[in-house]
């Protein structure tokens, strides 16, 4: 055995053990409320598409028409010769539909928040993160050689004492908007009010807001303006069914970020026909299209968490589409969620380290795209399978 599969064997052995194994599906079907894994078709409560838009036609359409046009690769990063028309009016259409001077587009989420929060502060300068944020906003922060602080999940006085007790020049508050893994908000207004009295930044990670919450779909940022959130980040994967990210912000920020994002300078542009597809979703996402997927999503979350309410389950306190129910133990997290996929369910059982220790739960998920028959029967096998 080579010395690299030896080192590494062993630590996979120990991951199974601990019931921390991650596999894959491969699914047959496109993405939707029902899905086909291995000749099975199944009702699909994990994914992250809040608006059943991944395979709306309207979607695909648009980026077969622009792959006639512009074809595959968009051949070049944006510096070189990579950015197009299609680029530039979605860059356009994203700041004027959120309000903001002007946006900026990344490959992928992961990208923009690592890109973003390394342009924006380093060595001296202190970074501020709620302990739940996602991966790669954590994963900047501890990258930008900046002082990095967690604060306890949306506890805005723990936050108000380590800003007043930083002399850092550049301080940056970092936040989920919507938290991937629990489905609440964070306190935005309390934490734009805390950052004006501090002069700190505040960036927010609006992933799972965007599209779904807010006038317009706008997101959980809706209402603020860019003053009180000058660094607004959401990804066009989920609810908007498409792919890549942005930044949205002032003229000044966004040249910043052209000058000194690397993961923005060095990355082959997004293909033109992607641009397209993420355009065609933002036009049905803003327009009444939305408002009507919006309005049904909410009606399902409704009725979801009344149903769970009347059989005792344990969800996680949210009012969004991601319903995560706690389960605590990682083995009995993946047992639940082995029997709902016999049963005809696919919902995701999330372990550590993507959630704290002994807090491993499923992570169901709602969809625009399921219908209320769909949502009382995953409730009828929880009420057979998850039984408190
Ligand atoms: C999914 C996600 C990302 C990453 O976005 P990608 O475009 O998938 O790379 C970043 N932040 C949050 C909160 C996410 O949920």
């Not at 059943?52 to 070049?76: D, F, I, K, N, Y």
């Not at 795209?369 to 039984?387: I, P, S, W």
């Amino acid at each position: 055995m080579h010395h690299l599969d030896a080192t590494l064997a062993p630590l996979l052995a120990e991951r199974e053990a601990q019931n921390l194994y991650r596999r894959r599906l491969s699914l047959e079907s496109a993405q939707g409320p029902l899905v086909r894994v291995d000749g099975r078709e199944l009702i699909n409560f994990c994914a992250n598409d809040y608006l059943g838009l991944a395979a709306h036609p309207a979607l695909a359409q648009a980026m077969a028409e622009a792959a006639t046009r512009w074809g595959t690769g968009s051949g070049a990063s944006h510096l070189v010769c990579g950015h197009s028309a299609e680029h530039e009016a979605l860059e356009q259409e994203l700041a004027d539909w959120l309000g903001r001077p002007r946006a900026l587009l990344f490959s992928t989420g992961f990208m923009a928040n690592l890109g973003t929060i390394q342009a924006l502060v380093g060595s001296g300068d202190a970074v501020f993160e709620d302990r739940l944020n996602h991966a790669s906003l954590l994963d900047g922060g501890l990258a930008s050689g900046a002082r990095f602080g967690r604060y306890a999940h949306n506890d805005t006085a723990a936050l108000a004492a380590k800003l007043a007790a930083s002399e850092a020049p550049r301080k940056l508050v970092v936040t989920d908007g919507v938290f991937s893994m629990d489905g609440d908000c964070a306190p935005l207004p309390e934490l734009a009010r805390l950052c004006a009295e501090h002069q700190a930044w505040l960036m927010v990670d609006d992933a799972h807001g965007l599209g779904v919450l807010g006038e317009q779909g706008r997101g959980c940022t809706d209402g603020l303006s860019t003053e009180e959130v000058p660094v607004l980040m959401a990804t066009l994967g989920k609810a908007l069914g498409g792919f890549g990210a942005f930044v949205a912000g002032s003229e000044t920020l966004i040249e910043y970020l052209i000058q000194h994002a690397r993961p923005y300078i060095y990355t082959t542009a997004l293909p033109p026909a992607v641009a397209a597809a993420n355009r065609a979703a933002l036009s049905l996402a803003r327009g009444p299209e939305g408002e009507a997927r919006r309005g049904r999503l909410r009606e399902l979350i409704a009725r979801f968490k009344a149903g769970a309410a009347q059989l005792g389950l344990a969800l996680m306190p949210s009012d969004t589409a991601i319903q995560p129910l706690l389960v605590g133990d990682s083995a009995a997290a993946m047992a639940l969620s082995t029997s709902l996929r016999e049963a005809g369910f696919l919902v995701g059982a999330i372990r550590p380290p993507t959630v704290p220790a002994g807090t491993a739960r499923l992570r169901i998920t709602l969809s625009a795209g399921h219908t209320a028959e769909q949502v009382d029967r995953l409730l009828g096998a929880l009420a057979e399978l998850a039984k408190p």
